[in-house]
């Protein structure tokens, strides 16, 4: 996974121009114009039903649909899909400004490719197409990275009450558990397949920052104030001479000179990273080591 990672990091350095900029703002617009145009279909057939991800269709020579699917607006009133453009266009086009307009193409095809790969598992498991209406799962792995990258962003649930995007995240989680624990008590466990395989594009570009949470910290001793202000301190000391360490892979400016390392001014201590990482870290708080 940490190969992976990487090779998609280095991709994205090596090819800077990579990529459809200002990306959803343009599936914001169709997502709109495709809601209006379904409004006025007749004879059966609208235009989602061609757009929509289905893969007997695809099959058949009807090759668009692998892509089209992310054009159509989740269901809901007028007001409630232009409420979703707007919002999933705020949170794109804020992760498109911190990571480049590659990188963020390169997060939104690969959500797209393993929502395609994960519902033709399904299809291939049930005996039947299974097809797949808007990007909702694609929207929600690009909301994780934006929760975990601002946590304290705050909107206004309702428009009235404020709120911070973590809690939006937590809740989301535990209805994305609450979905797949159902499908596995119901006896239909593949189609749990498709929301984890959104989940899988959240954790191939946030591998680095999820194995530092998953280490056990019961292992660590608990750090006094006055140790954990000694460990400042003698890192200020390394930084002095001339070493960085990047606090996410570990690289340093002396094993790897060819990288850029720079400190972060909204992490909580005095830690140092990587152009790999300087965008995509995971920010320290107060009560992190």
Request: glycine fraction near 6%; proline fraction near 4%; hydrophobic fraction near 45%.
């Amino acid at each position: 996974m940490n190969k992976l990672n990487k090779s998609i990091d280095k991709f994205c350095i090596l090819h800077p121009r990579f990529g459809i900029q200002n990306l959803m703002l343009y599936i914001a617009i169709a997502n709109a114009a495709v809601f209006l145009l379904d409004r006025f279909a007749t004879g059966g057939m609208s235009l989602s039903d061609l757009l929509c991800f289905y893969p007997g269709y695809v099959l058949r020579g009807q090759i668009w649909r692998l892509v089209t699917f992310v054009l159509i607006p989740e269901s809901g009133t007028a007001f409630s899909v232009l409420i979703s453009c707007y919002f999933y266009y705020w949170i794109g086009t804020t992760l498109e400004r911190q990571w480049g307009t590659a990188k963020f193409t390169c997060y939104y095809l690969s959500g797209m490719l393993l929502t395609v790969v994960g519902t033709s598992i399904v299809s291939v498991l049930v005996g039947a197409s299974i097809p797949v209406y808007s990007a909702h799962y694609v929207n929600f792995a690009m909301f994780l990275a934006f929760a975990v990258l601002w946590p304290d962003a705050q909107v206004l649930l309702f428009f009235i009450i404020p709120i911070k995007i973590k809690y939006l995240a937590y809740a989301d989680l535990a209805f994305f558990a609450y979905n797949i624990l159902r499908y596995v008590l119901g006896g239909v466990w593949f189609f749990s397949i498709i929301p984890i395989m959104a989940l899988l594009n959240f954790v191939i570009f946030f591998w680095p920052e999820l194995q530092r949470f998953m280490k056990l910290e019961s292992k660590r001793p608990v750090r006094t104030p006055r140790q954990a202000a000694s460990e400042t301190r003698r890192e200020a000391h390394t930084a002095s001479a001339g070493i960085r360490k990047c606090a996410v892979c570990g690289r340093t400016n002396v094993t790897d000179p060819e990288l850029d390392f720079r400190y972060c001014s909204r992490c909580s201590g005095y830690h140092c990273f990587c152009s790999d990482h300087i965008f995509s870290h995971v920010h320290f708080t107060e009560d992190q080591p």
